[in-house]
C-alpha cells in the first residue's frame, strides 16, 4: 500500500513554463512534506520542505502548495529551465518517528528549449 | 555536499552470495538510513539507525540487516542476495530525527 501517491509519472515543459507535480498522502499523522530533486548518477537533494501549519512555502522559482483537508501536496516550478530536467520525489514523514521518510513514486520533469 | 561515501558505487553478484554495501560519514550525524530505489516505488526505507548500536526495520526490512558499531559508519547486508534485490541502494543522514535528511550517491547492485 502506498501511502504517498505522486503524480504525474512524467511530464515535458517548455522553457520558461510552470511545472506542477502532485502528491496526495493517507496517513494523517504526517507532519514534514520534502520535495526532492534528483539527477542521473546522483542522490535525491533535498529541495523544499513543509510543514502542515502553512499552506504555501516559496523558495525561488520553488512553490510548494499543502492542503491539510485534502491530503495533498503540490510543487510548483515557474519559469522552469533545462537545467530543472529532473526526477523529483514528494515525501512525508512523522518527525517524531525518527523522520522515516515515506516517498512517492517519482515524476521525471524533461524541460525543452 | 554532505559528506556522505557509498561503496561500493557499482557491484554484480551472484543469487546465493552475501553482499555487504558501506556508508561511511564524516557528519557526525547521529540518524543514519538505508533505502533502496526502483521505478515507480520512489525510495523505500529498508532500515535505519538512530545511534551506535541502536537500529530499526523500515518498510522493507526482509532480506536484509544492518550494523552500525560506529557513528560513522552503516553497513547493510544481505545474508543470501536474491535477483528481487537488484536495485539501487541509498544511504542518507540526518543530524536528529527532525532534520532534513542528505542522501549518498548510492550503489548500483545486480544480482544474476
New interface residues.
Given amino acids: 500500500q502506498?501511502q504517498?501517491k505522486?503524480s504525474p509519472?512524467s511530464l515535458i515543459v517548455q522553457k520558461g513554463g510552470i511545472s506542477i507535480i502532485n502528491c496526495a498522502y493517507e496517513n494523517t499523522a504526517f507532519d514534514?512534506f520534502?520535495w526532492?530533486q534528483q539527477f542521473p548518477?546522483?542522490?535525491?537533494?533535498?529541495l523544499i520542505?513543509i510543514r502542515p501549519d502553512v499552506s504555501e512555502k516559496k523558495e525561488g522559482r520553488f512553490t510548494i502548495s499543502f492542503n491539510k483537508s485534502a491530503k495533498q501536496f503540490s510543487l510548483h516550478i515557474m519559469d522552469s529551465q533545462p537545467g530543472d530536467s529532473a526526477t523529483y520525489?514528494c515525501?512525508a514523514s512523522r518527525?517524531?518517528?525518527?523522520?522515516?521518510?515515506?516517498?512517492?513514486?517519482?515524476t521525471r520533469v524533461l524541460v525543452k528549449p | 555536499d554532505a559528506g556522505i561515501t557509498q561503496s561500493p558505487r557499482h557491484k554484480v553478484t551472484e543469487t546465493g552470495t552475501p553482499v555487504t554495501l558501506r556508508c561511511h560519514q564524516t557528519e557526525n550525524h547521529r540518524y543514519m538510513y538505508w533505502y533502496r530505489q526502483d521505478p515507480g516505488h520512489g525510495l523505500r526505507l529498508i532500515h535505519y539507525s538512530y545511534g551506535v548500536k541502536d537500529t530499526d526495520k523500515g518498510e522493507v526490512s526482509d532480506g536484509y540487516s544492518v550494523s552500525r558499531s560506529k557513528t560513522e559508519d552503516f553497513l547493510l547486508t544481505l545474508e543470501s542476495a536474491t535477483s528481487s534485490q537488484t536495485s539501487v541502494y541509498f544511504c542518507a543522514i540526518s543530524e536528529t530525527g527532525g532534520q532534513p535528511q542528505h542522501f549518498g550517491d548510492g550503489t548500483r547492485l545486480s544480482i544474476l
Avoid at chain 1, 518527525?95 to 517519482?106: E, I, R, V, Y
Wanted: proline share 7%; no cysteine.
Fill in positions: 502506498q504517498v505522486q509519472q514534514y520534502p526532492y548518477g546522483k542522490g535525491p537533494a533535498l520542505a520525489f515525501a518527525g517524531a518517528a525518527g523522520n522515516k521518510l515515506t516517498f512517492g513514486g517519482g
